[in-house]
Protein backbone atom coordinates (compact mmCIF):
# COMPACT_ATOMS: atom_id res chain seq x y z
CA UNK A 1 0.00 0.00 0.00
CA UNK A 2 2.62 2.38 1.16
CA UNK A 3 5.54 2.05 -1.40
CA UNK A 4 3.47 1.57 -4.40
CA UNK A 5 0.86 4.46 -3.35
CA UNK A 6 4.04 6.72 -3.28
CA UNK A 7 4.80 5.54 -6.63
CA UNK A 8 1.03 6.19 -7.61
CA UNK A 9 1.34 9.99 -6.05
CA UNK A 10 4.78 10.53 -7.76
CA UNK A 11 2.95 10.06 -10.93
CA UNK A 12 -0.05 11.45 -10.42
CA UNK A 13 0.80 14.93 -9.10
CA UNK A 14 4.96 14.91 -8.23
CA UNK A 15 4.55 14.61 -4.38
CA UNK A 16 4.37 11.92 -2.00
CA UNK A 17 1.54 13.15 0.22
CA UNK A 18 -1.98 10.53 -0.59
CA UNK A 19 -4.26 12.56 -2.07
CA UNK A 20 -7.93 12.08 -2.75
CA UNK A 21 -7.25 11.28 -6.35
CA UNK A 22 -5.02 8.83 -5.25
CA UNK A 23 -6.52 6.84 -3.15
CA UNK A 24 -9.44 6.42 -5.90
CA UNK A 25 -6.81 5.38 -8.36
CA UNK A 26 -5.27 2.49 -5.56
CA UNK A 27 -8.80 1.37 -4.70
CA UNK A 28 -8.37 0.00 -8.37
CA UNK A 29 -5.38 -1.46 -8.43
CA UNK A 30 -5.12 -3.15 -4.80
CA UNK A 31 -7.00 -5.70 -2.93
CA UNK A 32 -10.01 -4.34 -1.04
CA UNK A 33 -7.92 -5.53 2.40
CA UNK A 34 -5.92 -2.72 2.31
CA UNK A 35 -8.86 -0.45 3.17
CA UNK A 36 -11.32 -2.33 5.22
CA UNK A 37 -8.76 -4.14 7.03
CA UNK A 38 -7.75 -2.80 10.81
CA UNK A 39 -4.85 -4.73 10.66
CA UNK A 40 -3.45 -2.44 7.06
CA UNK A 41 -5.62 0.43 8.37
CA UNK A 42 -5.49 2.85 11.16
CA UNK A 43 -8.28 4.14 14.10
CA UNK A 44 -8.79 7.09 12.33
CA UNK A 45 -10.01 5.85 8.79
CA UNK A 46 -6.66 6.30 7.13
CA UNK A 47 -4.06 3.69 6.49
CA UNK A 48 -0.79 2.42 8.83
CA UNK A 49 1.75 3.93 7.34
CA UNK A 50 0.51 7.18 6.21
CA UNK A 51 0.29 10.06 8.99
CA UNK A 52 -1.45 13.38 8.81
CA UNK A 53 1.69 15.83 8.42
CA UNK A 54 2.11 19.54 10.43
CA UNK A 55 0.51 20.48 6.98
CA UNK A 56 -3.17 18.33 7.09
CA UNK A 57 -1.78 16.02 3.90
CA UNK A 58 -1.40 12.47 4.74
CA UNK A 59 2.60 11.59 3.99
CA UNK A 60 4.69 7.97 4.27
CA UNK A 61 5.82 6.94 7.04
CA UNK A 62 8.95 5.21 5.07
CA UNK A 63 11.29 7.66 2.97
CA UNK A 64 10.33 8.01 -0.24
CA UNK A 65 13.75 7.69 -2.76
CA UNK A 66 13.12 3.64 -3.26
CA UNK A 67 9.88 4.57 -4.57
CA UNK A 68 10.92 7.19 -6.52
CA UNK A 69 13.36 4.73 -8.46
CA UNK A 70 10.15 2.39 -9.22
CA UNK A 71 8.56 5.32 -10.94
CA UNK A 72 10.31 4.75 -14.09
CA UNK A 73 8.98 0.97 -14.03
CA UNK A 74 6.37 1.56 -13.69
CA UNK A 75 5.85 4.08 -15.98
CA UNK A 76 7.27 1.47 -18.30
CA UNK A 77 4.78 -1.23 -17.74
CA UNK A 78 1.61 1.20 -17.85
CA UNK A 79 3.05 2.58 -21.40
CA UNK A 80 3.37 -1.47 -22.51
CA UNK A 81 -0.38 -2.24 -20.70
CA UNK A 82 1.19 -4.88 -18.65
CA UNK A 83 0.27 -5.84 -15.22
CA UNK A 84 1.52 -2.18 -12.89
CA UNK A 85 1.38 -4.58 -9.85
CA UNK A 86 4.59 -5.94 -10.88
CA UNK A 87 6.22 -2.46 -10.06
CA UNK A 88 7.88 -3.35 -6.84
CA UNK A 89 9.26 -7.10 -7.76
CA UNK A 90 10.68 -5.46 -11.35
CA UNK A 91 12.41 -2.58 -9.21
CA UNK A 92 14.17 -5.29 -7.17
CA UNK A 93 15.11 -7.76 -9.86
CA UNK A 94 16.88 -4.21 -11.67
CA UNK A 95 18.47 -3.19 -8.99
CA UNK A 96 20.44 -6.01 -7.39
CA UNK A 97 20.80 -7.15 -11.19
CA UNK A 98 22.86 -4.03 -12.09
CA UNK A 99 24.39 -3.72 -8.44
CA UNK A 100 25.49 -7.35 -9.47
CA UNK A 101 27.20 -6.61 -12.85
CA UNK A 102 28.60 -3.36 -11.55
CA UNK A 103 30.61 -5.37 -8.54
CA UNK A 104 31.75 -8.11 -10.87
CA UNK A 105 32.94 -5.77 -13.48
CA UNK A 106 34.99 -2.92 -11.16
CA UNK A 107 35.84 -5.05 -7.63
CA UNK A 108 35.61 -9.08 -8.50
CA UNK A 109 38.50 -10.67 -11.41
CA UNK A 110 39.01 -13.57 -12.28
CA UNK A 111 36.62 -16.47 -13.05
CA UNK A 112 36.14 -18.64 -10.06
CA UNK A 113 36.03 -15.93 -7.62
CA UNK A 114 32.99 -14.33 -10.04
CA UNK A 115 31.57 -17.76 -10.14
CA UNK A 116 31.38 -17.57 -6.08
CA UNK A 117 30.45 -14.16 -5.83
CA UNK A 118 27.17 -15.41 -8.14
CA UNK A 119 26.48 -18.51 -6.44
CA UNK A 120 26.55 -16.91 -2.79
CA UNK A 121 24.53 -13.94 -4.40
CA UNK A 122 21.71 -16.01 -6.23
CA UNK A 123 21.71 -18.84 -3.65
CA UNK A 124 21.11 -17.04 -0.68
CA UNK A 125 18.10 -15.78 1.02
CA UNK A 126 18.20 -12.76 -0.60
CA UNK A 127 16.28 -13.90 -3.34
CA UNK A 128 13.61 -14.81 -1.62
CA UNK A 129 12.83 -11.24 -1.18
CA UNK A 130 13.31 -10.11 -4.82
CA UNK A 131 9.32 -10.41 -5.36
CA UNK A 132 8.87 -8.82 -1.74
CA UNK A 133 7.03 -5.77 -1.95
CA UNK A 134 9.39 -3.73 -0.24
CA UNK A 135 12.94 -1.86 -0.03
CA UNK A 136 15.23 -5.18 0.97
CA UNK A 137 16.90 -6.03 -2.09
CA UNK A 138 17.66 -1.75 -2.53
CA UNK A 139 19.32 -1.68 1.02
CA UNK A 140 21.22 -5.03 0.42
CA UNK A 141 22.57 -3.57 -3.07
CA UNK A 142 23.60 -0.73 -1.10
CA UNK A 143 25.33 -2.24 0.85
CA UNK A 144 26.64 -4.64 -1.04
CA UNK A 145 28.28 -1.51 -3.01
CA UNK A 146 29.27 0.26 -0.44
CA UNK A 147 31.24 -2.81 1.46
CA UNK A 148 33.30 -3.39 -1.79
CA UNK A 149 34.07 0.34 -2.16
CA UNK A 150 35.01 0.69 1.44
CA UNK A 151 37.52 -2.32 1.07
CA UNK A 152 39.27 -0.70 -2.02
CA UNK A 153 39.88 2.55 0.24
CA UNK A 154 36.79 4.60 -1.58
CA UNK A 155 35.73 5.83 1.70
CA UNK A 156 33.65 9.11 0.28
CA UNK A 157 31.20 6.88 -2.33
CA UNK A 158 31.06 3.70 0.35
CA UNK A 159 29.99 6.72 2.90
CA UNK A 160 27.04 7.32 0.10
CA UNK A 161 25.69 4.18 -0.33
CA UNK A 162 25.26 3.19 3.15
CA UNK A 163 23.64 6.06 3.82
CA UNK A 164 21.18 5.96 0.72
CA UNK A 165 21.13 2.44 2.06
CA UNK A 166 19.71 3.80 5.76
CA UNK A 167 17.29 5.89 4.08
CA UNK A 168 15.03 3.11 3.86
CA UNK A 169 16.50 0.89 6.50
CA UNK A 170 17.05 3.26 9.90
CA UNK A 171 18.97 0.89 11.69
CA UNK A 172 21.77 1.22 8.90
CA UNK A 173 22.52 4.80 10.18
CA UNK A 174 24.65 2.78 12.55
CA UNK A 175 27.25 1.90 9.64
CA UNK A 176 26.56 5.09 7.77
CA UNK A 177 27.88 7.15 10.28
CA UNK A 178 30.35 4.58 11.40
CA UNK A 179 31.94 4.54 8.08
CA UNK A 180 31.69 8.75 8.57
CA UNK A 181 33.68 8.89 11.39
CA UNK A 182 36.43 6.45 10.14
CA UNK A 183 36.40 8.72 7.41
CA UNK A 184 37.18 11.53 9.44
CA UNK A 185 39.87 9.58 11.59
CA UNK A 186 41.96 8.79 8.20
CA UNK A 187 41.46 12.35 7.47
CA UNK A 188 42.40 13.65 10.89
CA UNK A 189 46.01 15.47 10.26
CA UNK A 190 43.81 17.16 7.56
CA UNK A 191 40.81 18.15 8.44
CA UNK A 192 39.92 21.39 7.79
CA UNK A 193 40.09 20.70 4.13
CA UNK A 194 37.49 17.87 4.58
CA UNK A 195 35.11 19.72 6.42
CA UNK A 196 32.99 20.37 3.61
CA UNK A 197 33.13 16.73 2.54
CA UNK A 198 32.11 15.72 6.40
CA UNK A 199 28.97 18.25 6.47
CA UNK A 200 27.55 17.12 2.96
CA UNK A 201 27.70 13.07 4.06
CA UNK A 202 26.56 14.30 7.09
CA UNK A 203 23.84 15.83 5.55
CA UNK A 204 23.02 13.40 2.84
CA UNK A 205 22.62 10.81 5.94
CA UNK A 206 20.21 12.38 7.70
CA UNK A 207 18.12 13.52 4.70
CA UNK A 208 15.64 11.08 5.61
CA UNK A 209 15.21 12.68 9.05
CA UNK A 210 15.15 16.55 7.64
CA UNK A 211 12.63 15.16 5.96
CA UNK A 212 10.18 13.55 8.82
CA UNK A 213 11.04 17.13 10.53
CA UNK A 214 9.50 19.17 8.10
CA UNK A 215 6.43 16.73 7.15
CA UNK A 216 5.54 15.28 11.14
CA UNK A 217 7.35 17.63 13.68
CA UNK A 218 9.25 14.82 14.54
CA UNK A 219 12.83 13.20 13.19
CA UNK A 220 11.40 9.96 12.63
CA UNK A 221 7.59 9.34 13.09
CA UNK A 222 8.00 5.59 14.57
CA UNK A 223 8.04 7.29 17.61
CA UNK A 224 4.26 8.34 17.88
CA UNK A 225 3.35 5.40 15.45
CA UNK A 226 -0.36 4.25 16.74
CA UNK A 227 0.05 0.44 16.31
CA UNK A 228 -0.24 -2.53 18.98
CA UNK A 229 3.06 -3.59 19.01
CA UNK A 230 4.50 0.10 19.47
CA UNK A 231 1.62 1.27 21.93
CA UNK A 232 3.02 -1.55 24.28
CA UNK A 233 6.46 -1.56 23.66
CA UNK A 234 7.71 1.55 21.83
CA UNK A 235 10.60 2.05 19.87
CA UNK A 236 13.94 1.72 21.72
CA UNK A 237 16.99 0.57 23.91
CA UNK A 238 14.02 -1.11 26.40
CA UNK A 239 13.65 -3.88 23.54
CA UNK A 240 17.08 -4.51 23.38
CA UNK A 241 18.70 -8.14 24.21
CA UNK A 242 21.77 -10.24 23.55
CA UNK A 243 19.31 -13.38 23.50
CA UNK A 244 17.59 -11.86 20.60
CA UNK A 245 20.60 -11.22 18.68
CA UNK A 246 21.81 -15.18 19.37
CA UNK A 247 18.12 -15.63 17.57
CA UNK A 248 18.83 -13.48 14.52
CA UNK A 249 21.17 -15.86 14.13
CA UNK A 250 20.00 -18.94 15.32
CA UNK A 251 16.34 -18.99 15.77
CA UNK A 252 15.12 -22.55 14.19
CA UNK A 253 11.98 -19.69 13.02
CA UNK A 254 14.11 -16.75 11.63
CA UNK A 255 17.59 -17.31 12.03
CA UNK A 256 19.67 -16.99 9.14
CA UNK A 257 21.93 -19.71 9.85
CA UNK A 258 19.39 -22.60 9.03
CA UNK A 259 18.49 -20.95 5.79
CA UNK A 260 22.43 -20.28 4.66
CA UNK A 261 24.92 -22.51 6.87
CA UNK A 262 28.15 -22.64 4.91
CA UNK A 263 27.67 -18.94 4.14
CA UNK A 264 27.11 -17.72 7.60
CA UNK A 265 29.80 -20.13 9.15
CA UNK A 266 32.31 -19.34 6.18
CA UNK A 267 31.60 -15.92 5.89
CA UNK A 268 31.50 -15.35 9.84
CA UNK A 269 34.58 -16.84 10.38
CA UNK A 270 36.31 -14.81 7.56
CA UNK A 271 35.49 -12.12 8.74
CA UNK A 272 36.64 -12.24 12.32
CA UNK A 273 39.78 -13.76 10.96
CA UNK A 274 40.40 -10.92 8.86
CA UNK A 275 40.05 -8.42 12.35
CA UNK A 276 43.56 -9.68 13.06
CA UNK A 277 45.14 -7.94 9.75
CA UNK A 278 43.86 -4.49 9.97
CA UNK A 279 42.24 -2.54 12.84
CA UNK A 280 38.99 -0.98 10.21
CA UNK A 281 37.66 -4.59 10.26
CA UNK A 282 37.74 -4.06 13.87
CA UNK A 283 36.07 -1.39 13.86
CA UNK A 284 33.85 -2.65 10.90
CA UNK A 285 32.86 -5.39 13.01
CA UNK A 286 31.91 -3.68 15.90
CA UNK A 287 29.24 -1.51 13.60
CA UNK A 288 27.57 -4.60 12.36
CA UNK A 289 26.82 -5.94 16.07
CA UNK A 290 26.07 -2.40 17.13
CA UNK A 291 23.67 -2.58 13.60
CA UNK A 292 21.78 -6.24 14.48
CA UNK A 293 21.20 -4.24 18.42
CA UNK A 294 19.52 -1.07 16.56
CA UNK A 295 17.52 -3.51 14.21
CA UNK A 296 15.99 -4.33 17.84
CA UNK A 297 14.89 -1.51 19.23
CA UNK A 298 11.91 -1.84 16.37
CA UNK A 299 9.52 -3.96 18.75
CA UNK A 300 8.53 -5.99 16.06
CA UNK A 301 12.03 -7.25 15.49
CA UNK A 302 11.21 -10.73 14.51
CA UNK A 303 8.66 -9.62 11.88
CA UNK A 304 9.68 -9.62 7.96
CA UNK A 305 10.63 -13.12 7.03
CA UNK A 306 9.15 -13.85 3.30
CA UNK A 307 7.19 -16.89 4.59
CA UNK A 308 10.10 -19.72 5.48
CA UNK A 309 13.54 -18.01 5.98
CA UNK A 310 15.75 -15.27 7.96
CA UNK A 311 14.04 -11.68 9.31
CA UNK A 312 14.60 -8.57 7.41
CA UNK A 313 16.39 -7.31 10.38
CA UNK A 314 19.15 -9.93 10.20
CA UNK A 315 19.42 -9.62 5.83
CA UNK A 316 21.85 -7.02 6.35
CA UNK A 317 24.80 -9.24 7.17
CA UNK A 318 24.78 -11.33 4.06
CA UNK A 319 26.65 -8.14 1.97
CA UNK A 320 29.25 -8.95 5.07
CA UNK A 321 29.51 -12.44 4.77
CA UNK A 322 29.36 -12.78 1.09
CA UNK A 323 32.23 -9.81 1.06
CA UNK A 324 34.46 -11.81 3.33
CA UNK A 325 34.10 -15.33 1.89
CA UNK A 326 34.38 -14.67 -1.59
CA UNK A 327 38.03 -12.35 -0.82
CA UNK A 328 38.86 -15.97 1.99
CA UNK A 329 38.05 -18.62 -0.62
CA UNK A 330 40.88 -19.55 -3.42
CA UNK A 331 40.47 -21.40 -6.38
CA UNK A 332 42.00 -24.07 -4.98
CA UNK A 333 40.72 -27.95 -4.36
CA UNK A 334 39.14 -27.06 -0.88
CA UNK A 335 38.36 -23.89 -2.30
CA UNK A 336 35.96 -25.70 -5.33
CA UNK A 337 34.71 -28.57 -2.37
CA UNK A 338 33.36 -25.85 -0.27
CA UNK A 339 31.50 -24.31 -3.16
CA UNK A 340 30.00 -27.62 -3.86
CA UNK A 341 29.21 -27.91 -0.49
CA UNK A 342 27.52 -24.43 -0.50
CA UNK A 343 25.63 -24.79 -3.14
CA UNK A 344 24.43 -28.47 -2.97
CA UNK A 345 22.78 -27.20 0.95
CA UNK A 346 21.15 -24.11 -0.66
CA UNK A 347 20.00 -26.30 -3.26
CA UNK A 348 18.38 -28.69 -0.34
CA UNK A 349 17.45 -25.56 1.69
CA UNK A 350 16.01 -22.92 -0.65
CA UNK A 351 12.85 -25.28 -1.94
CA UNK A 352 11.61 -25.53 1.71
CA UNK A 353 10.68 -21.37 0.66
CA UNK A 354 9.88 -21.91 -2.83
CA UNK A 355 13.21 -20.28 -4.14
CA UNK A 356 11.73 -17.16 -6.07
CA UNK A 357 8.41 -17.29 -5.25
CA UNK A 358 7.73 -18.02 -1.28
CA UNK A 359 4.56 -18.29 0.24
CA UNK A 360 3.71 -15.61 2.49
CA UNK A 361 1.68 -16.79 4.47
CA UNK A 362 4.48 -19.14 5.84
CA UNK A 363 5.37 -15.93 7.97
CA UNK A 364 2.89 -17.19 10.39
CA UNK A 365 3.89 -20.54 10.17
CA UNK A 366 6.26 -22.44 12.43
CA UNK A 367 9.30 -23.65 10.09
CA UNK A 368 10.48 -27.59 9.01
CA UNK A 369 12.75 -26.93 11.37
CA UNK A 370 10.64 -25.58 14.37
CA UNK A 371 7.93 -27.58 14.11
CA UNK A 372 10.34 -31.02 13.69
CA UNK A 373 12.43 -30.00 17.51
CA UNK A 374 8.76 -28.99 18.62
CA UNK A 375 7.09 -32.52 17.65
CA UNK A 376 9.83 -34.60 19.47
CA UNK A 377 11.84 -32.38 21.63
CA UNK A 378 9.71 -29.45 22.39
CA UNK A 379 11.80 -28.35 25.82
CA UNK A 380 14.39 -27.31 23.94
CA UNK A 381 12.62 -24.48 21.78
CA UNK A 382 12.45 -21.83 23.98
CA UNK A 383 12.25 -18.59 22.02
CA UNK A 384 11.17 -15.00 22.92
CA UNK A 385 7.49 -15.51 23.61
CA UNK A 386 6.33 -13.36 20.47
CA UNK A 387 8.13 -15.69 17.62
CA UNK A 388 6.22 -18.51 19.05
CA UNK A 389 3.17 -17.08 19.75
CA UNK A 390 2.92 -15.77 16.08
CA UNK A 391 3.42 -18.82 14.90
CA UNK A 392 1.51 -20.96 16.95
CA UNK A 393 -1.51 -19.05 16.71
CA UNK A 394 -0.93 -18.55 12.96
CA UNK A 395 -2.07 -14.68 13.61
CA UNK A 396 -0.42 -11.36 13.75
CA UNK A 397 -2.02 -9.60 17.35
CA UNK A 398 0.23 -7.43 17.88
CA UNK A 399 0.65 -8.30 21.66
CA UNK A 400 1.17 -11.54 23.23
CA UNK A 401 -1.38 -13.86 24.28
CA UNK A 402 -1.35 -18.07 25.25
CA UNK A 403 -0.59 -20.12 22.02
CA UNK A 404 -0.61 -23.65 21.97
CA UNK A 405 1.02 -26.05 19.67
CA UNK A 406 -0.08 -28.98 19.08
CA UNK A 407 0.63 -32.26 16.73
CA UNK A 408 -2.75 -33.10 15.61
CA UNK A 409 -4.34 -33.75 18.48
CA UNK A 410 -1.93 -33.70 20.72
CA UNK A 411 -0.39 -30.96 22.70
CA UNK A 412 3.57 -30.50 22.27
CA UNK A 413 4.13 -27.17 23.69
CA UNK A 414 2.54 -23.97 25.16
CA UNK A 415 2.73 -20.33 26.26
CA UNK A 416 0.89 -19.19 28.89
CA UNK A 417 -0.63 -16.07 30.05
CA UNK A 418 -1.14 -16.34 34.10
CA UNK A 419 -4.71 -16.37 34.41
CA UNK A 420 -5.03 -19.22 31.06
CA UNK A 421 -4.93 -22.41 33.68
CA UNK A 422 -8.54 -23.20 32.52
CA UNK A 423 -6.83 -22.99 28.84
CA UNK A 424 -4.63 -25.76 29.45
CA UNK A 425 -7.08 -27.72 31.07
CA UNK A 426 -10.08 -27.28 28.15
CA UNK A 427 -7.01 -27.72 25.47
CA UNK A 428 -4.81 -30.50 26.65
CA UNK A 429 -6.95 -32.20 29.33
CA UNK A 430 -4.43 -31.97 32.04
CA UNK A 431 -1.61 -29.86 33.28
CA UNK A 432 2.15 -31.17 33.52
CA UNK A 433 3.66 -31.26 36.66
CA UNK A 434 6.27 -28.72 36.11
CA UNK A 435 3.39 -26.14 35.48
CA UNK A 436 4.30 -23.47 37.84
CA UNK A 437 2.40 -20.26 37.53
CA UNK A 438 4.33 -16.89 37.51
CA UNK A 439 2.99 -13.86 38.90
CA UNK A 440 2.67 -10.92 36.45
CA UNK A 441 2.09 -10.86 33.37
CA UNK A 442 4.97 -12.10 31.60
CA UNK A 443 3.74 -15.93 30.86
CA UNK A 444 5.67 -18.77 31.16
CA UNK A 445 6.48 -22.19 28.48
CA UNK A 446 5.15 -25.62 29.10
CA UNK A 447 5.97 -28.92 27.77
CA UNK A 448 3.99 -31.68 27.54
CA UNK A 449 6.93 -34.27 26.45
Not at 149 to 158: A, D, R, V
Request: with cysteine.
Amino acid sequence: MEYFGMSESFISHGGVDLTDVDYNKLRKYLNAGYFTDPASTDQNGGFLYYMKGQDGRSYPVHFFFYSLLSVPVRLFLKFFYMDQLITLRLTNLIILTVTVAFILKYFISGFFQRLVFLTLVYLSPIIFFIIWPGPDIYYISFLLLGIFLFYKNKLIPSILCFGMASWQSQPLVVLALGSLMYFVYQNRKNLKNAILTILFLGLLIFVPYIFNYWAFGVFTPWTILDDGWTRIYGFGLQNVHVRKLFEQFFDLNIGLFWYAPILTIGGLFAFLASVRKEAKNLWMLILVVVTAFAYQTNPAWHYGTAGYGPTRHILFIIPFLIYFFVNRIRPNLQGVFLLIIFAMSQIYILPMNSFLAPKFENSLEHSPYAKWVLSRYPYLYNPTPEIFVDRTNHSDLKYIKSAIYKEGTVCKKAFILPGDKELLISECGYIPPSYEQKAGGEGMYVNYQ
